[in-house]
Structures are given as structure tokens and as C-alpha cells.
């Protein structure tokens, strides 16, 4: 592809975030844990083109110097949080192109891109763990796992307006290796409810 797609996926930010994460979580000893809510909670982004429902408790921390911080690597997360007391957190972030693309090319990209940081290969850092579409409850879900340095554990649902604009959002969840069936499970829960505007 001729650089058609503009949509820069970040992948050094999960390696940032998880850093700073787990440094923020050891100095503030935030415990958020895993209960169900009484019902869910809605949360809208991107001034209403994405919303979602998340069905446990949660802090949210978008406005919280550690997404200021996570944000200085990727300015494009717009929603935080913190999921449970085992460093795991969830996000949302939406990457843009001038050109409008399908859905199905902006995830082949995705799961294929070549991870660099200041023009440095991270490849070795990073391992593919799953990937792949399916569809459930009539909804189809694309998603892509990976193992960071073999400890972090990322689950990422990626969505677009009608399958071809010019906008490609990403739920992302990250979590430790012990957590990682729990939190695709949950992931994908809240990837069901996600919408596009």
C-alpha cells in the first residue's frame, strides 16, 4: 500500500502507559475492583460518534495527569480507566486518515504494522498473541492481542462508522499475562455495545 492509510497505531504507548500505570498504581494505591454494577454505565467519546457500556466498576481517569502523561505519547486516547486493583485499565482512542478506507484495510494494517519507535524497531518487544473477525449476537467484532516484553497482555476491538470512513476507533484493554481471559472477556462484552455515530 502507498502510505494510502495515514492511521498511525501506537503500539510504544502500551509500552508508556503500562509503565506509568504501574508506577502511578504503586505510588497512589488506587483499588477499583471488578464488581458488577447495578446496571451499566454509559460512556460517550468523540463528542458522541463513539459510545459503550461498561458492566463493572471503574475509575475513570481521563482527566487525570496519567492520561495527561499517556497522552503525550498518543494524543489520540480520549477516554481512560481504571478496571480493577491488578493493574489493568481500558481505553479509547480514535486514528484518522485523509482518505476514507475500509474497515477491513485499516485492521490488516493494524495487525500487520511494523512497530518503531524514533525510527528504532520494537519488534522484539511486541508478539502477536491472537487475531482475527468474528461475529457475535449478530454483531461483527474485529480484534488483535498482544504480549508486551511477554508480561503485558493488550486486547484491542477496532470499529468505523459503516465499515469505510475516514475514522478508525480502538477499545483497547491492557492487563497483566494472569488477567488476560478475563479481560478479552470483558473486552468483548463491552465491544458489543460499542456504537458509531
Not at 18 to 34: E, G
Not at 73 to 93: Q, T
Not at 105 to 114: M, P, R
Not at 172 to 182: C, D, G, I, P, Y
Request: hydrophobic share 40%.
Amino acid at each position: 500500500m502507498k502510505n494510502k492509510l495515514k492511521i498511525r497505531i501506537i503500539l510504544p504507548v502500551l509500552v508508556v502507559a503500562s509503565v506509568l500505570f504501574i508506577a502511578c498504581n504503586k505510588q497512589q494505591k488506587i483499588a477499583v475492583h471488578p464488581k458488577p454494577l447495578a446496571g451499566p454505565t454509559f460512556v460517550s467519546v468523540d463528542n458522541g460518534r463513539m459510545s459503550f457500556h461498561i458492566i463493572i466498576q471503574y475509575a475513570d481517569q481521563t482527566n487525570s495527569k496519567l492520561c495527561e502523561a499517556i497522552q503525550k505519547a498518543n494524543p489520540l486516547i480520549m477516554f481512560l480507566a481504571l478496571i480493577d486493583s491488578d493493574r489493568s485499565m481500558i481505553s479509547a482512542a480514535k486514528y484518522s486518515d485523509t482518505l476514507k478506507v475500509t474497515i477491513k484495510e485499516a485492521f490488516n494494517i493494524t495487525v500487520h504494522s511494523v512497530t518503531s519507535f524514533d525510527n528504532e524497531s520494537l519488534n522484539s518487544d511486541y508478539k502477536l498473541i491472537d487475531s482475527g473477525t468474528y461475529t457475535l449476537h449478530n454483531k461483527t467484532l474485529r480484534f488483535k492481542v498482544l504480549a508486551v516484553n511477554d508480561n503485558i497482555i493488550s486486547t484491542m476491538y477496532y470499529f468505523m462508522k459503516d465499515d469505510y470512513d475516514y475514522d478508525l476507533y480502538e477499545l483497547k484493554a491492557v492487563s497483566t499475562r494472569k488477567l488476560m481471559k478475563e479481560i478479552k472477556c470483558l473486552t468483548e462484552s463491552i465491544a458489543l455495545t460499542v456504537e458509531i455515530k
